[in-house]
């Protein structure tokens, strides 16, 4: 090959030198050295030259591993256009194509032997012997237990915890898209991997660079001798559950701090489930990601993202890179501020150039001591982060503390008619209840409060009463208090705070929220959220086995447990309804449309497909059994004359709408008044036929309404009693179609039924003007 000259130097003969330095992964060490158990064995130069146009490729002269870890390599015949050498270790047999476009050249992981690639500038090489950083293309979770847990053997011992991590992406590429070291908004993984990483045993595990949200981490371990299986959410921003990409050359320690409940028998059942409050995690990004950079004309400065930290969190790490010569920076923040300080690390990582967008600069990681937040508001702090004249602020934000789910002292026990049912009321709200969480409910909170049930209420609750404490309601003072509007009552009761539904009428549909405080004797507040917004129903595994219908059978499928539903009143032209949020069964209650990707979160909106009928019923008494049998107490399937109140008024309706990609969809839907929660949507799931599934692009619901008389039987017909009305909605259309619950004609039944989703009506309605 022809050699090259740069602003008037020819490369030398004997080519150019350069040091090669593998990261191992170390806890807080960002630039350390490859471990014992990794080698580079052959390295191969890529050479691009403008727009990372491929000029060729050759083998790399390597000497043996020096005594800091690092290798030194010699390049030589560097073809004529050369901008930028890439570097990949440990492939014996890659190929031209390959070599043309190493950020789309897939391979499979080898920890041993590790694939890392690297990139440095031709006229970098030539101004010394530079050392280039190379990056594996894959991430690495490590497990641990946080002593206060581990100290229990018998409890949750760290040595049989390990991981199992599937739904990861079925191959990384080289080099990282853009040949520039990735970040948190990674293009969205489409291909994933059938086989799981980790079996359970290993503490430590790496995985293929996947998008954030897309991969499940599990842990299996043993509690009080069990079994279980627990997912874990990689969260880096807890409070909106943001989560992390798996980022190459990354290390995500997740650190079990608490256990409250055993795992899931199967591994199945965990992958499937949200991650919940059995088991309580930090999760940190040993390498948190560049996320925002300025420059002038002469350098550049970048920082790490804002950290959105646990209230007893007390450690904080951001990373900065600068590309000022010194390589100098300074950092700032209030020095009477629960910052404490920091620590710089002694270890830094020359960054790779990324063509004309970034020059090559040093990277650090500063770890940050905090003080836990013991109050129950957030706070947020300023760090400032300069280099030269160039300066950029990371936001600290640490949550308020959670007294009523940390503080082993104030434990809410709930009770139902006065026999208490739950000792740890959200514990078991966070494992138990289904559709509570705030992204189950379009982001309105209703898991952070005591919940009394709109309709006929059975609930109450205590909280621990402490020496000292201080009673708040509606700026009232005193050991008996009840709100303003009369809704809620507060009193001591011995050693305990005792909160009862003042209104105790069984048709109470007055929907509210409110509030009261209790100080304690370190005068600080801890308040706690009264809602009389919504319901708790189950559903049985009897109820699922009698009544629903899971599609190929999947028996797992149908859905059951206990529920949370909004309670809200929509108004038709005649009358105004009180009505379920969500679907029955349902464990969300935002829009859902089969075949929109963005939307495709949301399937649980569908919730449970369930038969109107076992047999064929003869009379109005027996008609819709599933309202005595399964529906909520106070709860019924509605007739068809309540979905044509409701079209009559407007309230009930469809529009055209789009995704932030453009992507267009029908959304049928209903606005509410005098509720908590403004609109609530009608989901698009069809319904089963036997196992099949039915017209999956309507919206479906079974009405109570026989169909009889003058729509096509008489009271005497045989097959009076097996037809009902069911509302439809495809695309804008909105309607009514009849239907056989069941296969048969002329009076049989075949046993091959039909399933439908439910939304259900209080038995009570009301007139207009709504009461």
Not at 288 to 302: H, Q, S, T, V
Request: hydrophobic share 30%; aromatic share 10%.
């Amino acid at each position: 090959m022809e050699t090259i000259g740069l602003g008037g130097d020819e490369i030398p003969a004997e080519g150019v030198t350069l040091n090669i330095e593998l990261p191992n992964f170390s806890e807080k060490k960002i630039n350390t050295r490859a471990g014992a158990d990794e080698s580079i064995s052959k390295v191969t130069a890529v050479f691009y030259g403008e727009s990372n146009t491929y000029k060729g490729m050759a083998n790399v002269n390597i000497g043996s591993k020096n005594a800091d870890g690092t290798y030194q390599a010699t390049i030589s015949k560097v073809p004529s256009g050369t901008k930028t050498v890439h570097l990949v270790t440990n492939i014996n047999d890659l190929t031209e194509e390959e070599a043309k476009d190493l950020q789309a050249a897939y391979r499979e992981i080898d920890t041993n032997n590790p694939i890392c690639w690297g990139s440095v500038s031709l006229e970098t090489l030539l101004n010394g012997t530079p050392t280039v950083d190379l990056f594996r293309p894959y991430a690495k979770v490590t497990l641990k237990v946080a002593d206060a847990v581990n100290a229990v053997k018998a409890v949750f011992p760290e040595k049989d915890a390990g991981l199992i991590i599937n739904h990861t992406a079925a191959k990384s590429a080289i080099a990282p898209a853009g040949y520039n070291e990735p970040t948190d908004a990674l293009a969205p993984t489409t291909e994933f991997s059938s086989t799981d990483v980790g079996d359970g045993t290993s503490r430590e595990v790496a995985v293929t660079e996947t998008s954030a949200g897309e991969a499940n981490v599990i842990i299996k371990a043993k509690y009080k001798d069990v079994v279980g299986y627990y997912k874990v959410g990689l969260y880096k921003d807890t409070k909106n559950k943001i989560q992390y990409s798996l980022l190459r050359n990354h290390n995500y320690i997740i650190t079990v701090t608490k256990v409250n409940d055993y795992g899931f028998e199967k591994l199945d059942d965990a992958v499937k489930s949200d991650p919940e409050n059995r088991l309580e995690v930090n999760v940190v990004d040993d390498n948190p990601a560049i996320y925002n950079m300025i420059a002038c004309k002469d350098y550049e400065l970048g920082v790490s993202d804002n950290l959105s930290l646990k209230a007893t969190d007390t450690k904080a790490r951001i990373t900065l890179v600068t590309t000022l010569e010194s390589a100098k920076y300074d950092v700032n923040f209030k020095k009477d501020s629960w910052i404490k300080g920091y620590t710089p690390d002694d270890n830094v990582i020359t960054t790779p150039e990324s063509g004309r967008l970034s020059s090559s600069g040093k990277k650090y990681l500063l770890e940050f001591t905090l003080d836990p937040n013991i109050h129950e508001t957030p706070r947020t702090e300023t760090v400032t982060i300069s280099s030269g004249d160039l300066k950029l602020d990371v936001m600290i934000t640490q949550a308020g503390y959670d007294f009523m789910r940390d503080d082993p002292k104030r434990k809410v026990s709930m009770l139902k008619n006065d026999s208490e049912i739950h000792p740890d009321y959200f514990a078991w709200l966070d494992k138990d209840v289904k559709g509570i969480k705030p992204e189950q409910m379009q982001n309105v909170k209703r898991n952070d409060g005591l919940h009394f049930t709109v309709g006929k209420n059975a609930y109450s609750y205590k909280i621990p009463k402490k020496t000292g404490d201080k009673l708040t309601v509606d700026n009232l003072t005193g050991d008996v208090l009840t709100d303003k509007d009369g809704h809620f009552t507060v009193s001591a009761d011995g050693d305990y705070w005792k909160v009862t539904l003042a209104d105790k009428h069984d048709n109470n549909y007055n929907l509210w929220k409110g509030t009261f405080t209790i100080k304690n004797a370190a005068g600080i507040n801890i308040t706690y959220t009264v809602y009389h917004t919504g319901i708790f129903h189950e559903i049985t595994e009897n109820m699922a086995n009698k009544y629903e219908l899971a599609e190929g059978g999947v028996d797992s499928l149908k859905v059951k447990g206990m529920f949370y539903y909004g309670v809200v009143k929509v108004k038709g032209k005649a009358h105004t309804y009180i009505m379920l949020d969500r679907n029955l069964g349902a464990t969300d209650n935002s829009p859902y449309v089969p075949d929109v990707n963005e939307l495709k979160d949301h399937k649980g909106a569908i919730g449970g497909y369930f038969k109107i009928s076992e047999d064929k019923n003869k009379s109005d008494v027996k008609q819709g059994n599933l309202s005595s049998t399964l529906s909520p107490e106070g709860f019924e399937i509605p007739e068809k004359s309540v979905f044509e109140d409701l079209i009559a008024n407007g309230t009930l309706k469809t529009e055209v709408r789009h995704t932030v990609l453009g992507e267009s969809y029908y959304c049928t839907f209903m606005n509410t008044t005098s509720s908590e929660l403004k609109t609530i949507y009608l989901p698009y799931g069809g319904y089963l036929e036997g196992e099949s599934h039915k017209y999956p692009m309507h919206v479906v619901f079974w009405t109570k309404t026989l169909v009889s008389g003058t729509q096509g039987f008489s009271g005497g017909s045989p097959e009076y009693g097996y037809w009902y009305n069911y509302f439809d909605v495809y695309n804008d259309k909105k309607g009514f179609s009849n239907v056989r619950f069941v296969s048969g004609s002329n009076g049989n039944n075949t046993h091959r039924y039909k399933a439908m989703p439910l939304r259900l009506i209080s038995k009570t309605v009301l007139k207009n003007p709504t009461l």
